[in-house]
């Protein structure tokens, strides 16, 4: 079956990097994604990579994945209070489009 | 424009009540998803429309009835719901199952 997991809580101080980590079981997903959401709102997708890249980045935000231990994560860098917010990492389960998420990781930014 | 359009965004109602969320997207994305969430929790996915057509129910209970009236529009309504569906609706599309984008989200609040 399906299954996807992250840690749930990370803190770090403004100006540092942070390390997101998921681990997923299906081989066979095409793509992968992080999202974020605030307290209140919906789901912002923040980037995906496609599951024959090892690695993307976007401005602050560095996806790696390594397709052998099926290990996903999402650096982002210069943290700001700003990125305070839960993120998901979730994987498309079979044709349907289906998402499959991870329990999401808590990002705390202290000043 | 990658927005998908929520409303109401917050809905109080009894449990004898008929009411409906709306959702809505001009992307031309022809997979449109309702999920639920629970607070902390991440989204559980419901109902997937493909091509205007149910292609995905999870299980959902009949007082869930979602209808897609052409391809940029998706209802769902509610009845004679419990208080524990009380949660965070979410509507997302996209196409082909790449790139998923979320609506902010109906706050529903069963009385």
């Known amino acids: 079956g399906e299954d996807v997991e992250q840690s749930l809580f990370l803190s770090v101080r403004e100006g540092d990097s942070s390390v997101i980590n998921c681990t997923y079981t299906d081989s066979s997903s095409t793509y992968l994604y992080w999202y974020k959401q605030e307290p209140g709102a919906g789901l912002q997708l923040l980037t995906y990579?496609?599951?024959?890249?090892d690695m993307k980045q976007d401005q602050r935000l560095t996806v790696l994945l390594n397709k052998k231990d099926k290990h996903l994560s999402l650096r982002i860098a210069d943290t700001q209070t700003g990125d305070s917010a839960i993120y998901f990492c979730a994987e498309v389960y079979n044709q349907g489009g289906k998402l499959i998420f991870g329990q999401g990781t808590e990002l705390s930014v202290k000043p | 424009d990658t927005e998908v359009t929520q409303t109401p965004k917050h809905l109080v109602m009894g449990m004898t009540n008929k009411k409906s969320l709306k959702c809505e997207q001009h992307m031309g994305h022809r997979a449109m998803y309702w999920y639920k969430q629970k607070a902390k929790k991440p989204p559980e996915l419901m109902f997937v429309y493909s091509y205007e057509k149910l292609s995905i129910n999870e299980s959902v209970p009949s007082r869930f009835s979602p209808e897609c009236p052409n391809s940029s529009l998706l209802n769902l309504h509610l009845h004679a719901l419990q208080p524990e569906d009380s949660a965070l609706y979410l509507c997302?599309?996209?196409?082909?199952?790449?790139?998923?984008?979320f609506g902010q989200g109906t706050r529903l609040t069963v009385v």
């Open positions: 997302a599309s996209s196409q082909e199952g790449v790139e998923a984008f």
């Open positions: 990579i496609f599951s024959n890249m």
